[in-house]
């Protein structure tokens, strides 16, 4: 049942190599900077993608290309980064902070989520949820790729426990109703592709009012 | 007359800089805006970073635009680069990396995305230059010893903008195929490096 769950390999290298979808890589950022063996490992990455770069066979620019980046470099100062201001919930890891935060929505018995404003890939957006003592979601698959992480609290599912930090990769073919084992809420970071469908009768029931 | 006086200069050499003299490049632009620094580092890195974006697939003018931008962004945070975190090509290659997610996405709000920061504090270790040198010739070593199709896959992994889909479509592999391939090179390449850490403790 225990076990530290970290991304699979696949996405590490995908979220160090840039090609993760913007969703994906919050909520990977979101796992990184809660378990820095990962993030430091990332960093490696950096250094073999630097290498790989260094091989590549060159291709030739513009002859003025150099004399227009000095240019540039001399009339304008620099981009003038808006420090977002960070949003209301100290508790959430810092890449989750520069994100303004959409009301709380109800979902259920001591479900609720709220959206978080980072960058969605089509139908894959972030949200926040949080899911009380004791409670489980309906039983449910997804209709795309589910990534979440564990922020506070922890839950179990058919197969494992999930606790902060943890990093779960769920897609269409996993059936699972999570059930949140810790004394507190459980709140996660999810990146979420397509609606969850709920299983069973009373999930058909409930789904025309559950919008995730 | 004039030849004995120019060997007395510091002489630019049409020779290739290795690693570290990349290094003193970027501090060179950092500490005095030196352009003759930053033209040798913009012949390297410049194609190079054409090349990348257009492994991507882009066009080779949003490349060339690509290379144009990253280079500047070299120009202006040169004062963030520090040696003993990362190398030069390591410290590019995030830059590209981070504009990267940037220049593909396909929300059109400017919401901020994560990005791989190489000099956010760690516990501060005495000998950290010589760490950063020895993980790049350890790390230099443990990609030698991969083989010719971990380091294909890891390429096309790094550069390719649909990687899974489009490796699969490359090497006519199947899907799950190449994921147990990316996987199988990942994990050879932490067991070299752990194992070279192991040798040299």
Known sequence: ?212 | MHEQISILRPIRTPVIPAGDDFDRLIEAVAMRRDRDAFARLFDHFAPRLKAYLMKAGATAGAAEDFAQDAMLTVWRKAELFDRTKAHAATWIFTIARNRRLDVLRQDARRLPLPEIDLVQDEPEQPDTVVLAAENAARLKAAMARLSPDQIEVLRLAFFQDNPHSEIARRLELPLGTVKSRIRKAMIKLRTLLDDEQGGAA
Not at chain 1, 97 to 111: E, K, S, T
Request: hydrophobic share 40%; net charge negative.
């Open chain 1, 1 to 212: 049942m225990t076990g530290v769950h970290n991304p699979s390999e696949e996405r590490l290298l995908a979220y160090a190599a840039g090609t993760l979808s913007p969703p994906e890589a919050v909520v990977v950022a979101a796992h990184l900077a809660m378990r820095p063996q990962n993030e430091a490992w990332v960093r490696t990455l950096q250094a073999v993608g630097g290498r790989l770069l260094d091989e590549l066979e060159p291709q030739a620019l513009a002859e003025d290309a150099l004399a227009r980046v000095m240019a540039r470099a001399e009339t304008d100062a620099g981009e003038v980064l808006a420090s977002t201001p960070l949003n209301d919930m100290a508790g959430l890891p810092e890449p989750l902070r520069r994100y303004a935060l959409g009301p709380w929505r109800w979902l259920g018995p001591g479900m609720r989520a709220r959206d978080v404003h980072a960058p969605r890939d089509g139908d894959c957006r972030v949200i926040l949820l949080e899911i009380g003592p004791g409670r489980e979601t309906p039983k449910h698959t997804h209709g795309g790729i589910e990534l979440t992480c564990v922020i506070h609290g922890a839950y179990a599912t058919e197969t494992a426990l999930f606790e902060p930090g943890d990093f779960e990769e769920a897609d269409g073919e996993v059936l699972h109703q999570p059930r949140v084992v810790s004394p507190d809420p459980c709140l996660c970071v999810v990146a979420l592709d397509g609606q969850i469908q709920l299983d069973g009768w009373l999930g058909k029931l409930m789904q025309p009012f559950i919008k995730l």
